[in-house]
């Protein structure tokens, strides 16, 4: 997979890392004599849906030789790792895409988007005065990997898009390995607590610059989750108070960050938008069913699945705040779609009336977009802070 990448060969230390995460009996290689020459993996993940939590097999580590390319490889990977999540009842797939074009055929839909940020920090002053008795504390790694897994925990479980991360994983990602540094410092772990209750935590390098002006350094945030308004804010007031920096950058971060209304200077942060997770609906009736709608309503849907067949055809969905239902129907459908594409609007980060406009839906019976819109949108924009 590194060859593929065009990276080097992995340390000791990367592979110690990358075993503990590993699933060995979801791990594939394509051999061609004794050389491995494609690769990919799957980690059992559980994914947050909107009003509930979906068992997700998150695609990994998927690279074919250059030598091997344009043969089928990636497609045959693509077919056993289908077959077996819906085999096993893993009702969604997700996956962090090397360039777009690779996987709308296999029914993979763009369904969360990701924020790269960048606050300049002479403008970095707060509208409002901070309040809250929250303190914040350097925290070793043992002390993170047990708070923050709390912290973690509890925050996933009203944002879609996100997955569990059991302390296992997020040793994982405190690891601070060399590769990762590009020159910046080793992490800072900070840890937000009220009353000794652990409520947000950010993890962050720094890396120091001069110039004529003075000192021109960068603070490259690596992950900050919080799971409230007051530890939210504190933990960002903190990154931003950090001397010596001319700026706070940081990737991945939700495109409904509150910070740009916590500062004074709203034309800050400076955002581009970036594609996110790309999921795949692995059985469409039972992932309609998992999740939970803003607004009571019935939709007939037409799916189109050529990858996985056994998803083709039309299904009633009945679904509200409280509870949800989807069987196949032999009725009049309210909407057609391909399956990648109800995988772009599942977790609310899309609107069925883009997509109908961009000629990918098809409204059969008036009215049926917004009611779907309605009953499909979220409190919260869909996002996956974790890398996999
Ligand atoms: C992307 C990659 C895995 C494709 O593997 P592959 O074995 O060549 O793919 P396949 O032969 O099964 O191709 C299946 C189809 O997808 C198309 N396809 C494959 N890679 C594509 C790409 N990067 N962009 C656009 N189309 C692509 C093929 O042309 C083929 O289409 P066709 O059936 O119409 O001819 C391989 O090129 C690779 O390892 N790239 C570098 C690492 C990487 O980007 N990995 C993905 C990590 S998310």
Not at 57 to 83: K, N, Y
Not at 238 to 267: C, I, K, T
Not at 329 to 352: C, K, M, Q, S, W
Request: hydrophobic share 40%; proline share 6%.
């Amino acid at each position: 997979m590194r060859r593929a990448f065009g990276a080097s060969l992995p340390t000791d230390e990367e592979l110690a890392v990358s075993r503990e995460i590993t699933e060995f009996d979801r791990t594939l290689a394509f051999f061609d004599g004794p050389e491995i020459v494609a690769t990919a993996g799957i980690f059992s993940y559980e994914m947050t849906v909107p009003g509930g939590t979906l068992p997700c097999g998150g695609v990994t580590r998927v690279s074919v030789l250059s030598t091997h390319r344009r043969r089928g490889l990636l497609t045959a990977m693509m077919r056993r790792q289908l077959d077996d999540m819906h085999e096993r009842g893993e009702p969604l797939a997700a996956l962090y895409a090397s360039e777009a074009p690779i996987y709308g055929r296999f029914g993979y839909g763009l369904a969360t988007y990701q924020a790269a940020v960048e606050v300049d920090r002479s403008h970095a002053g707060f509208a409002k005065a901070l309040t809250g008795s929250g303190r914040l504390a350097m925290v070793d790694v043992p002390t993170a990997v047990g708070a923050f897994t709390r912290i973690w925990e509890q925050a996933r479980r009203d944002q879609p898009g996100m997955l569990r991360l059991d302390e296992r994983w997020i040793r994982s990602e405190l690891a601070d390995l060399e590769l990762h540094r590009e020159g910046a410092s080793p992490h800072y772990r900070v840890l937000y607590q009220i009353d000794d209750n652990p409520s947000g935590f950010a993890v962050y390098r720094i890396k120091l610059a001069w110039d004529a002006s003075g000192p021109n350094g960068v603070l490259r945030l690596e992950m900050l989750v919080a799971t409230s308004p007051e530890a939210y804010a504190a933990l960002w007031r903190h990154l931003l108070d950090v001397d010596l920096m001319a700026r706070v950058s940081a990737e991945m971060r939700p495109v409904d960050e509150p910070l740009r209304f916590l500062l004074a200077d709203s034309r800050q942060p400076k955002t581009r938008i970036e594609d996110g997770l790309w999921v795949r609906l692995v059985d469409v009736p039972t992932a309609l069913a998992g999740r939970r709608y803003a607004a009571e309503g019935r939709l007939g849907l037409r799916v189109r699945d050529a990858f996985c067949p056994w998803n083709d055809g039309h299904f009633e969905l009945n679904g509200g705040p409280h509870t949800a239902e989807c069987r196949r129907h032999d009725g009049n459908p309210d909407l057609a779609i391909d399956v990648a594409d109800l995988a772009a609007v599942y977790l609310g980060g899309n609107r069925f009336r883009t997509l109908m406009e961009a000629g990918r839906v098809e409204e059969l019976q008036p009215g049926a977009v917004a009611r779907a819109d309605a009953m499909f949108a979220t409190n919260r924009a869909p996002w996956c802070p974790s890398h996999f």
